[in-house]
């Protein structure tokens, strides 16, 4: 007995865990800092952790499936109807569920490259084609309408990141609404937003609103802390009222993740330290770093220091985990997360002094 053929499909490479890393390089996990994942250096909201304290004891029964508080108060946010808010086990899940509502099988998908990998793999999945626009390192990875449509071949799902990742580059509302504009009506037009709170800009929610072909993607993970408990969203079009019901995982949210979602919702000051700790990082690194960045919207800096993959490993002996950019096609390129004020002045030494030797 043989699972389907999966060679065509990519291995999600995960980063590793620090005990991991540590145990391999003899290292106490306290001695690492992992900024590899682009995860929040100050953790959980401590309101959320307080929420899954207080609700752990509920978690024999299932949790409600729909119309659930978590639903209707990211609707009231974000000024949209509850069933077009999609939860789902993080981000990835609500790529995964656009996947199974919209592709038939041999559909095309048009995703970035360099990109986030699982739209290619959730894609994949659901026995869709992918079709590539790159974005172009010499022009500073700028996202532009001009890029995507002139790549655009009647693909039913493009995929847009902003912030995007692994470059940390915007893509203007106005570029989104222009692609949207001027794709088939049949293409829906999906802004992965994982990111969001970190950009000076604003969200693509006003156009789901607008129009009835464009979705936005957002998770707890990352401005949230909460990137253990799998929780994220896809705000979908009015007019597809029924379809998460369809291929939604059964109780796909669990509900001590709905709780503590819910709880890190109201818990401003936890999020405004993560962002403006983010903003600071960001400018620690341009100015501090002798090497070239690009200007990040994102909790991560790009920066280009020759064969990343030696650097890379350079820094984790000196117990500073990165991102190396290889998998991305970026083969001279680390991705930083921002890290707490310590840890984010530690690796740029590190990556300084790799850069020197
Ligand atoms: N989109 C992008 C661009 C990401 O970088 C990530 C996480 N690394 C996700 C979506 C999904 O994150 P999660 O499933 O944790 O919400």
């Given at each position: 007995m043989q699972p389907r053929d999966l060679s065509a499909h990519t291995e999600y490479v995960a980063g590793r865990g620090i005990e991991e890393v540590a145990r391999e390089l003899g290292m106490e996990p306290t001695e690492l800092i992992k900024l590899a994942s682009n995860e929040n250096a100050f953790g959980p909201s401590p309101a959320a952790v307080d929420a899954i304290e207080a609700h752990?004891?509920?978690?024999s029964s299932y949790p409600k499936t729909s119309h659930t508080d978590l639903t209707e108060r990211l609707a009231t946010d974000w000024n949209v109807e509850p069933d077009q808010i999609w939860l789902s086990a993080g981000g990835d899940g609500s790529l995964d569920y656009l996947s199974r509502a919209i592709l038939r099988p041999g559909e095309k998908v048009l995703v970035p490259q360099p990109g986030f990998a699982y739209y290619a793999m959730s894609a994949r999945y659901h026995h869709g084609e992918i079709h590539e626009y790159s974005l172009d390192q010499g022009d500073g990875f700028t996202q532009r309408a001009e890029t995507v449509l002139s790549a655009?071949?009647?693909?039913?799902i493009v995929y847009l990141t902003s912030?995007?990742?692994?470059?940390?580059t915007v893509c203007p509302l106005e570029d989104v609404e222009r692609i949207a504009e001027e794709t088939d009506e049949e293409t829906l037009v999906v802004v992965d937003e994982a990111y969001g709170e970190f950009a000076d800009v604003d969200s693509a929610v006003g156009l789901v609103r607008e129009r009835d072909d464009v979705a936005v993607i957002r998770t707890f993970s990352k401005a949230y802390g909460?990137?253990?408990?799998r929780l994220g969203y896809a705000i979908t079009p009015s007019e597809w009222a029924d379809a998460y019901a369809r291929v939604?995982?059964?109780?796909?949210?669990?509900e001590l993740s709905c709780r503590a979602g819910l709880a890190a919702l109201d818990d401003d000051e936890h999020v405004e330290r993560t962002v403006s700790t983010v903003e600071w990082a960001r400018e620690y690194i341009y100015e501090h770093v002798d090497a070239p960045t690009w200007e990040s919207h994102g909790n991560f800096v790009l920066i280009q220091v020759g064969d990343a993959t030696t650097v890379a490993d350079r820094l984790q002996e000196r117990g500073v985990i990165v991102r190396d950019c290889t998998s991305f096609g970026l083969a001279d390129c680390i991705r930083v997360t921002c890290g707490t004020e310590a840890e984010t002045k530690r690796a740029v030494e590190a990556i300084n002094e790799v850069l020197a030797e």
């Open positions: 752990a004891g509920s978690v655009y071949d009647g693909e039913r912030p995007h990742n692994p470059t940390g909460l990137a253990g408990l939604n995982t059964p109780f796909a949210a669990g």
